[in-house]
């Protein structure tokens, strides 16, 4: 079975400086991960994923992930954060489903 | 175009009673996906279709709970008898991939709340 455990339940940061969201991975084959932010009453927004094309990974709104096999870490990174980017983040691990963990909540100070 | 659509986005229901929580995907998608989301907890997986077949119902928590795609496009999650540990946010997500690579991207609607009192 794949899963997904996220190292931190809340991460404040200021607006501006880096964000740093840990993931690691729990898998029996080639993982594919994505991550996911979630806003306020709003619906589930993929940000980005891993497919096995490329270990860095770009998505939107500046964000990025490193695919580490030999530290099964998914690790979602932007290097200055905006106050538009206070959500909650999901790490997913995916066969034909998606299963999730269990969320990082980011609040950004002005 | 439409993004997938979830109807009714609110839904009280006393305990005891049935409710029917409608999910419209985005066209042409083949997958379709229902998850239940408590609250403070990440999303968990229900069901899934691919047309009008239900291949992988493992996650329903108990019988109570249904869920049909009778025309491979509109599916209605049922729940009877509805007891207060229902109550969640249930997402519908819809894919036009039908691999098990995990690659095909999911869109989530809004979701449904349901509040059983």
């Known amino acids: 079975a794949q899963s997904v455990t996220q190292l931190d339940s809340h991460v404040s940061v200021s607006e501006g400086t880096p964000v740093l969201l840990r993931c690691n991975y729990s898998?029996?084959?080639?993982?594919?991960?994505?991550?996911?932010?979630?806003?306020?009453?709003?619906?589930?927004?993929?940000?980005?994923?891993?497919?096995?094309?490329?270990?860095?990974?770009?998505?939107?709104?500046?964000?990025?992930?490193?695919?580490?096999?030999?530290?099964?870490?998914?690790?979602?990174?932007?290097?200055?954060?905006?106050?538009?980017?206070?959500?909650?983040?999901?790490?997913?691990?995916?066969?034909?489903?998606?299963?999730?963990?269990?969320?990082?909540?980011?609040?950004?100070?002005? | 175009g439409a993004g997938v659509s979830q109807s009714p986005r609110y839904k009280v229901a006393k305990r005891g009673q049935d409710v029917a929580l409608r999910c419209d995907p985005i066209s042409g998608h083949v997958s379709l996906f229902w998850y239940q989301q408590a609250l403070g907890q990440g999303p968990e997986f229900l069901t899934y279709f691919q047309n009008e077949a239900q291949l992988d119902k493992s996650g329903l928590p108990s019988d109570r709970f249904f869920a049909e795609r009778p025309e491979g496009s509109v599916s209605t999650l049922k729940i009877q008898r509805t007891q207060q540990e229902d109550s969640a946010v249930y997402l519908c997500a819809s894919s036009r991939s039908t691999g098990t690579s995990g690659e095909g991207e999911q869109y989530f609607g809004p979701g449904t709340r349901l509040t059983v009192t």
Not at chain 1, 42 to 57: D, E, I, N, R
Not at chain 1, 62 to 70: D, I, L, N
Not at chain 1, 79 to 93: G, I, K, L, Q, T
């Open chain 1, 27 to 110: 898998s029996s084959y080639s993982p594919s991960l994505f991550w996911y932010v979630q806003h306020p009453n709003k619906g589930l927004q993929l940000l980005l994923k891993y497919t096995s094309a490329a270990t860095l990974v770009k998505g939107i709104n500046g964000f990025e992930a490193e695919f580490k096999k030999s530290e099964t870490s998914f690790h979602l990174t932007k290097p200055s954060a905006h106050m538009s980017d206070a959500a909650e983040y999901f790490c997913v691990v995916a066969d034909y489903k998606l299963s999730f963990g269990a969320g990082t909540t980011v609040t950004v100070r002005a």
